[in-house]
C-alpha cells in the first residue's frame, strides 16, 4: 500500500512536519548534553587564558596592541598614542587626562599595562 493512497496530501505534510520537529528536538536535546559535559573543559580554558593576560608598557605599546583590550577601540587608541607622544613617557594613572577615558576606565584598564618608569 502506498502512502500518497492512505493518507491525503495535508495529513502527509502534517506527519512530516511532527517527524522534522521531533527529529529537531531530539538533535537540539543531543547537542545541549553533549555541551554541557564539555562545559568544565570552558572554565578552565577560560582560567588558563585569564591568567596569561598580556601586559604592555604603556610607553611602547602600539595602535594594534591598545586595540586588543576590552574598552579600546580605534578612537581610543589613537588618543592614547597622541597623548603619549606629546606627554612621554606616562604612567597609567595619566590615562584620565584624555578626553573619554575616566577613573573607572583607568582601574579596569591597569591590569593590561604597566610602565617602565614606575
Not at 11 to 19: A, D, I, P, R, W
Not at 52 to 58: A, P
Not at 96 to 102: A, C, N, Q, Y
Amino acid at each position: 500500500m502506498k502512502l500518497n493512497h492512505f493518507l491525503t496530501s495535508n495529513e502527509q505534510k502534517v506527519v512530516f512536519f511532527l517527524l522534522t520537529i521531533g527529529f529537531l528536538g531530539l538533535s537540539y536535546s543531543f547537542l545541549r548534553k553533549n555541551l554541557s559535559e564539555n562545559e568544565d573543559v570552558d572554565v578552565l580554558n577560560s582560567i588558563i587564558t585569564s591568567t596569561q593576560r598580556v601586559r604592555y608598557d604603556i610607553n611602547t605599546v602600539n595602535e594594534d596592541e591598545l586595540k586588543t583590550i576590552p574598552g579600546i577601540g580605534n578612537v581610543r587608541a589613537r588618543a592614547i598614542i597622541e597623548y603619549r607622544n606629546n606627554e612621554k613617557p606616562i604612567a597609567v594613572e595619566d590615562l584620565v587626562s584624555i578626553k573619554g577615558i575616566g577613573p573607572k576606565t583607568v582601574d579596569i584598564m591597569k591590569e593590561y599595562f604597566y610602565a617602565d618608569n614606575d
